[in-house]
């Protein structure tokens, strides 16, 4: 099992940028494919980003792309989101989630472990 908790959420305006953390313990990081979702206030849980174990393949929704970027580091055993250009559109409680599908994964139930969410507000 592993456990994952996320940080670096606040509040920004439109336009500004923050970076996301998500730590792991537990069992080796590098045997997870690993995902960042958001879900806003009604809306359902949504895909944003992915990184393959290696970290050498991403993928990302076409909300983000050429905006946000995820990668890993580990020997941090920590997948970051950094994100740009940020609308009020991002507004959402992000989370981050570990899959043990060998590739990666759009679908939340492609992953097996979840953190608690991080809140993101940016005004306009």
């Known amino acids: 099992q592993v456990q994952l908790v996320e940080s670096g959420g606040g509040l920004v305006q439109a336009g500004g940028s923050l970076r996301l953390s998500c730590a792991a313990s537990?069992?080796?990081?590098?045997?997870?494919?690993m995902g960042w979702f958001r879900q806003a206030p009604g809306q359902e849980r949504e895909f944003v980003a992915a990184?393959?174990?290696?970290?050498?393949?991403?993928y990302y929704a076409d909300s983000v792309k050429g905006r946000f970027t995820i990668s890993r580091d580990g020997a941090k055993n920590t997948v970051y989101l950094q994100m740009n250009s940020l609308k009020p559109d991002d507004t959402a409680v992000y989370y981050c989630?570990?899959?043990?599908?060998?590739?990666?994964?759009?679908?939340?139930?492609?992953?097996?472990?979840w953190g608690q969410g991080t809140q993101v507000t940016v005004s306009s």
């Open positions: 537990g069992r080796i990081f590098s045997r997870y494919a």
């Open positions: 989630a570990a899959s043990t599908k060998p590739s990666i994964a759009t679908v939340a139930r492609a992953y097996d472990y």
């Open positions: 990184v393959s174990r290696s970290g050498g393949t991403t």
